[in-house]
């Protein structure tokens, strides 16, 4: 599990953050460590969703999208930046530094960190569909499977990529009440399905299997109750429609380079 950032972006983000006074006499490699598990920055605010509401018809409605994004993890996101404040946290450094010690912060701190970088990393690797719903044109588009340095890997882990997409789908359909399935790139640097309950995801410390995510199915009701219903595993079907895997493929690339 390794994401550095470069030498540019940690100086414009500590410099950002009126640290650069700091840095005097301290090696830059031990300022590189302590940010290692940082994976592309997540902020403590939300993104402006990268498509509209409609892009990922009909597989996730645009209604639940609306409601998804602009609800549910905006408080997220809200929650976050208050539980921060009440803990002294700075939200200069990525979230995922909180994370990976979330066991030493508040149950709100854990909830809602979580809550709020699973949904940005959920936005992230969705796209269009490639079949049916609306032109590419309205939003990124997704692509049909993965291929390159990402497929070989899902082989190499899982046998087949058939393989994993049963592993992963089992996890999701199996996660009792709320929570998430992932793929994640594990410190071995192997490819590895898991899921956690509630908000909990793989960067944290308490989780049981840990790696840096690559791709997260949010399968809480809130995600797929307006067109699904009880259906969650006709969701977890359709995901694979949405799944945008240029995304992945560059989470991919990041952890393990
Ligand atoms: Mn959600």
């Known amino acids: 599990m390794k994401n550095y950032p470069s030498r540019r972006e940690f100086l414009a983000t500590t410099a950002k ?4 006074v700091g840095l005097v006499g301290t090696a ?3 300022l590189l460590a302590q940010t290692a598990q940082a994976v592309a920055g997540t902020g403590f605010t939300q993104k402006p969703l990268p498509y509209a509401y ?3 018809e009909p597989h996730i409605d645009a209604r639940t999208m609306e409601i998804h994004y602009s609800k549910h993890a905006a408080a997220y996101a809200s929650n976050l930046r208050d539980a921060a404040k009440e803990e002294g946290v700075d939200t200069a450094q990525p979230l995922e530094q909180v994370l990976t010690s ?3 912060y508040s149950a709100k701190m854990r909830n809602n960190g979580g809550g709020h970088y699973n949904h940005e990393l959920f ?5 269009a569909p490639t079949e049916g719903g609306l032109p590419a044109a ?3 588009p997704a692509v049909a499977g993965p291929d390159g340095a990402l497929l070989k890997a899902i082989k190499t882990s899982f046998g087949s990529y058939e393989a994993f997409v049963s592993q992963f789908e089992t996890a999701s359909k ?3 009440g709320s929570g998430w399935a992932w793929l994640l790139v594990d410190a071995t640097g192997k490819l590895v399905v898991s899921s956690t309950p509630n908000q909990d995801n793989p960067l944290m410390d308490i989780a049981e299997v840990k790696g840096t995510p690559i791709l997260g199915l949010d399968v809480w009701e809130h995600a797929y109750y307006l067109h699904y219903q009880n259906r969650r595993p006709d969701y977890v079907t359709a995901f694979w429609k949405v799944v945008n895997w240029k ?4 989470r991919f690339a990041a952890a393990t380079t």
Request: charged share 20%; hydrophobic share 50%.
């Open 17 to 20: 953050a009126g640290l650069t």
């Open 28 to 30: 830059f490699s031990d």
């Open 54 to 56: 409609t892009a990922l």
């Open 102 to 104: 979330i066991s030493k």
């Open 123 to 127: 936005w992230s690797i969705l796209g």
């Open 138 to 140: 309205e939003g990124v």
């Open 174 to 176: 199996t996660r009792f």
């Open 247 to 250: 995304a992945v493929a560059d």
